[in-house]
């Protein structure tokens, strides 16, 4: 299996642009999970979801964060519009229903 | 709010040495404790895990030591090697919350030759 895959693995942005970041899952995991990871604050959960159900958007930091899961292959986070202070690696993970957390290798985002 | 805190933020240790690292939990309901390791530039991976009604797992070099009356849990590398060297996350989840894992805030591991 190739694993979750994540594009772009970087980008450079300009503030006030809009940023989409995308997920592929491991086919047949049904849980999806995005976190963002900076030095301050760690890893943090952002959105997950639940059979392309939105369940816990809890971490989402303001109105400028959407995520959406049209189907069971897809994910995006889409940041409009996009501020310096977004600057982080954002980690898309999927699971099955019962076991293991499967990260991918991140998007690095930067926002001048 | 952070719900589990790690600690040291940083461990330099020799060839053969033992690392340890160290959670802390403040949610009696987590009821699934697994640490990650992540290498620069990659995801973080699963590395061991244990649940509450065990007070020990060993897989390897790697030991957890879980403390439930303390809300406390630990992380032993047995003879540390350079290719340890790496940031490791403790985590918590309850299955109430639907799984969703809350992470400590990540150790440096530098294992020196």
């Known amino acids: 299996d190739a694993g979750v895959i994540q594009s772009p693995r970087h980008e450079v942005t300009e503030m006030g642009q809009e940023v989409t970041l995308r997920c592929k899952p491991i086919s047949g995991h049904n849980s999806l999970f995005w976190y963002r990871q900076t030095m301050m604050r760690g890893l943090e959960l952002l959105i997950y979801f639940n059979n392309n159900v939105p369940i816990d958007d809890s971490g989402m930091p303001e109105d400028r964060f959407s995520a959406k899961m049209p189907n069971a292959s897809f994910s995006t986070l889409k940041i409009q519009p996009s501020e310096p202070r977004d600057s982080a690696v954002y980690f898309c993970?999927?699971?099955?229903?019962?076991?293991?957390?499967?990260f991918g290798e991140g998007s690095r985002l930067t926002v001048l | 709010q952070q719900q589990v805190k790690q600690s040291p933020q940083s461990l330099i240790v020799q060839k053969g040495g033992i690392s340890i690292i160290n959670c802390a939990y403040e949610n009696t309901a987590f009821d699934y404790f697994p640490w990650y390791q992540q290498f620069p530039g990659k995801g973080p991976a699963l590395l061991i895990a244990i649940r509450p009604d065990v007070s020990e797992k060993k897989e390897g070099r790697f030991t957890i030591s879980f403390n439930k009356s303390a809300k406390q849990f630990s992380l032993h590398i047995m003879d540390s090697q350079p290719g340890d060297s790496a940031t490791y996350f403790c985590?918590?989840?309850?299955?109430?919350?639907?799984?969703?894992?809350?992470f400590g805030g990540g150790t440096r591991v530098l294992v020196k030759p």
């Open positions: 993970a999927s699971r099955p229903d019962t076991g293991e957390l499967f």
């Open positions: 985590a918590a989840s309850m299955k109430a919350a639907g799984n969703k894992l809350t």
